[in-house]
């Protein structure tokens, strides 16, 4: 029997199927296979069942993952812990203020999201609360910079993602939110606190999802991941807040490219596997210097650049980018357009026929 499966607890999960809903365990022999990740499915994994009882079942297969979202383990940054399966778009959720509003998280979601094959698109909540500014933390500035939320929407739209400024308390561009979620399955994210239940509590008003108020802390409203049918013809998936979201199986060389507007500088400068940190005629910190590039973006970049694995190979063997992009694009079942681009871009660069 085939179901989907629609939440997770420790090792067992809910599959929704034509026969109605069903606990399940796995078949041992998913849990014990080495499949380097720390759970045998995900929530959203298409799945095959043998039911034991009633309502109850065993998941003996998992389909092939069309997209996920995945990140490493915090304490093992070799594991991939796939957080949802099979989505079309991920929400990244940011907030004005109550949380403080940070790029990074953004930028670590576009990774993850583009990596794993799913459509970012970023949303900012409580625009409410501005005209008060936006406090941006920045690590090259001791003190934060107040910077308008429209400046960071623009940012981004100009980089060619799509934004959502909303309100969830207004309900100020709820309309145009929920117009993006018909017909497809979206998975919000973001810090605790920054209002995704709220979002959709406003988006399908009597689902009653629980809210919370901020701890300075930050604290965790959902304590796991589930799948939510909305009536529109939507599916959503809520994630706990995080305070952390270490990127899974991104080298130092791969975070360029998930930043457009330093990609293209990077042609320009005298290495070629520069990583705008501290080469010399580097295109990249001239632009900066230039204000050709913005601060904000260039922070953010040194910042995962830096909490990321190290370069995949080294300089010599930059011939060898183009296959070994293909093996890891084999390996992940699919890889962002950008990055598809981004192969035929160094094909033709190389004069590759495959
Ligand atoms: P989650 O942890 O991301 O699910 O956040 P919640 O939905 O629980 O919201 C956290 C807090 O932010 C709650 O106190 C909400 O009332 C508040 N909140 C959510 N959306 C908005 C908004 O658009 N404007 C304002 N001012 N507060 C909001
Ligand atoms: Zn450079």
Avoid at 41 to 68: C, H, K, S, Y
Avoid at 256 to 264: G, N
Wanted: glycine letters at 8%; charged letters at 30%.
């Amino acid at each position: 029997m085939k179901g989907k499966v629609i939440s997770i607890a420790s090792v067992s999960c809910r599959v929704d199927t034509a026969d109605g809903i069903y606990e399940c365990a796995a078949r041992r022999r998913l849990t014990e296979s080495d499949t380097g990740q720390t759970k045998p499915f995900a929530v959203g994994d298409e799945v095959i069942l043998e039911p034991t009882g009633p309502r109850e079942g065993v998941v003996t297969e998992v389909l092939p993952r069309r997209t996920r979202l995945s990140r490493a383990q915090p304490h093992d940054r070799r594991a991939e812990h796939v957080v949802v399966a099979n989505v079309d778009q991920l929400l990244i959720v940011c907030s004005v203020r109550e949380p403080p509003l940070t790029v990074g998280i953004i930028d670590r979601y576009i990774i993850a999201a583009q990596s794993g094959g799913i459509e970012p698109v970023v949303c900012i909540n409580k625009i409410d609360l501005a005209p008060e500014p936006v406090e941006l933390v920045l690590r090259s500035e001791p003190q934060p910079r107040k910077v308008a939320y429209e400046d960071i929407a623009a940012l981004y739209s100009a980089l060619g993602f799509r934004v959502r400024p909303v309100s969830a308390r207004t309900g100020a561009g709820v309309e145009e939110l929920k117009a993006d979620l018909i017909g497809r399955t979206t998975v919000l994210a973001g810090h605790s606190g920054v209002g995704k239940s709220s979002l959709i509590n406003a988006i399908q008003p009597g689902l009653k999802l629980k809210t919370g108020t901020v701890t300075r802390r930050g604290r965790h409203i959902t304590a796991n991941v589930s799948l939510l049918k909305l009536q529109f013809g939507a599916y959503v998936v809520d994630t706990p807040g995080v305070r952390e979201f270490s990127l899974w199986d991104i080298k130092k060389r791969d975070v360029a490219e998930f930043f457009p507007d330093i990609w293209d500088l990077a042609p320009n400068c005298k290495m070629s596997d520069c990583s705008h940190v501290h080469e010399p005629d580097c295109a990249v910190k001239r632009a900066l210097e230039r204000g050709e590039l913005s601060r904000i973006r260039y922070d953010s970049y040194v910042g995962i650049l830096e909490s990321v694995g190290h370069w995949s190979v080294p300089r010599e063997t930059d011939v060898e980018r183009p296959r070994e992009q293909i093996a890891r694009s084999k390996r992940n079942l699919s890889r962002s357009t950008r990055k598809q681009q981004l192969k035929e871009r160094w094909r033709a660069q190389l004069g590759e026929d495959q």
